[in-house]
Every structure is written in structure tokens, then in C-alpha cells.
């Protein structure tokens, strides 16, 4: 099946830093990516829709501007956490659309931990 | 919001079929049902999907009713790999996105 690679897996960083996210999709392009976050026990919280050459469409409550997303290829969306602090720490995950016609499938990384000190 | 109600857990004996229901009761008639499970600490995995027919891969086979209002996921022969959290989750177009409920934590027991 499709392969959609995340990295890094896990990260550490300081409060007040930023820590981007690649998303790559590696056999097939995605015109469209999603990006989720995932707290402990719980469910995948969708964030945002990264679309290729356009801006990303943030859903309720995400903040664009800490929250950066850019979708500049078709195989590639990253995710910037700007200026993070301990309540961002989060598991992140990525998806992708594979845009081959009659496809309907999304395909998900296998995410990153982001801890935040 | 999610557009599915699951039970919040199941359990199932090794070797055993197991057989997870799923209500989707607003399902419209473009919309598709999917499954993926998430496996602990890792991105969610696709399982299968359908919109009116049954459906069967190598990992599960999917049973819609009729009237599309439910289905169930079933893992033909369970094994201790397939415990994890399964999400039936109800997808319209192709550019429509995936949102997800709760799902089930599938427990399998040795």
C-alpha cells in the first residue's frame, strides 16, 4: 500500500522554540494532507487541511500563526510549531490523499511526540 | 463532529472472530464507511472501506446493513496483534475529510 513518511518520530525541545514536522508522501502525490493532533487516551483531533499550493485551512481553535503549515510539493507538507510551550507537547500525525483517480483512500504517518521542557 | 457511535471497548479471544459494530444512522448516500485501527504510539492504520455492498480484504471483512444506518468490522481470526483502537468513521468525497470519534479499544485475550 501507500507509504506516507513522518519526521521525526520524536522530538525534545525547550519551551519558546519551534520544531517543524515533514510529511512526505513517497509513492504517490497528495494534493491534499491533513493534520492531526493526539493527546494521551485519546482521540485523533483534526487540525488542519494542508492543500498543495494554497493556504492551509485551520479548523475551530487552532491558531494559524502558532500552527504553521506549508504544502509546497506534492509530497511534502510540514507542520511548525512555533514557539512551543508544555501544553503543546502532543502526538502529531499527519495523513495524505492519494489523488490517483478512483483512490479514496487516506494514508497516515506514523506520528511524532513532541515533548515540550 | 463524528458522525459514528461505537462501544468504547470490546473484548475477544485469541483465535476467535471478532466483530465490531458500528451505528452511522445519518449516513447519507454519498458517503462511504471507513475503518482504520491505531495500534498504541502509532499513526492509524486503513483496514477497509464500503458504501453499500460487503466488502472483504485480506485484513477484514465489512458487513453494511441494508439501509446503511450500521455495519460491523470483522477480523476473521483474531490474533494478539489486532488489539488496538478501531475507528468506523463515515467519508463523503474525495476531498471530504476524516473526522474521528472514540472508537473501540479492542482487547484480545490469550
Known amino acids: 500500500g501507500a507509504v506516507v513518511s513522518q519526521h521525526p518520530s520524536r522530538v525534545i525541545c525547550k519551551s519558546g522554540t519551534s520544531v517543524k514536522i515533514e510529511c512526505r508522501s513517497l509513492?504517490?502525490?497528495?494534493?491534499?494532507m491533513f493534520w492531526y493532533r493526539q493527546f494521551p487516551k485519546q482521540s485523533l483531533m483534526l487540525m488542519a487541511t494542508s492543500n498543495e499550493g494554497s493556504k492551509a485551512t485551520y479548523e475551530q481553535g487552532v491558531e494559524k500563526d502558532k500552527f504553521l503549515i506549508n504544502h509546497a510539493s506534492l509530497t511534502l507538507s510540514t507542520l511548525t510549531v512555533t514557539s512551543a510551550h508544555p501544553e503543546d507537547s502532543s502526538f502529531y500525525i499527519c495523513?495524505?490523499?492519494?489523488?490517483?483517480?478512483?483512490?479514496?483512500?487516506?494514508?497516515f504517518g506514523s506520528g511524532t511526540q513532541l515533548s515540550v521542557l | 463532529d463524528a458522525k459514528t457511535t461505537q462501544p468504547p471497548s470490546m473484548d475477544c479471544a485469541e483465535g476467535r472472530a471478532a466483530n465490531l459494530p458500528c451505528n452511522h444512522s445519518?449516513?447519507?448516500?454519498?458517503?462511504?464507511v471507513y475503518w482504520y485501527r491505531q495500534i498504541h504510539s502509532q499513526g492509524p492504520q486503513y483496514i477497509i472501506h464500503?458504501?453499500?455492498n460487503n466488502e472483504t480484504n485480506e485484513m477484514a471483512s465489512l458487513i453494511i446493513t441494508e439501509d446503511r444506518k450500521s455495519s460491523t468490522l470483522i477480523l476473521p481470526h483474531a490474533t494478539l496483534r489486532d488489539t488496538a483502537v478501531y475507528y468506523c468513521?463515515?467519508?463523503?468525497?474525495?476531498?471530504?475529510?476524516?473526522?474521528f470519534g472514540k472508537g473501540t479499544r479492542l482487547h484480545i485475550l490469550p
Open positions: 468513521i463515515v467519508r463523503g468525497g474525495r476531498d471530504d475529510k476524516i473526522i
Open positions: 509513492d504517490f502525490q497528495a494534493t491534499t
Open positions: 445519518t449516513i447519507s448516500g454519498n458517503e462511504y
Open positions: 464500503g458504501l453499500k
Open positions: 495523513s495524505a490523499r492519494d489523488a490517483r483517480a478512483g483512490v479514496e483512500k487516506l494514508f
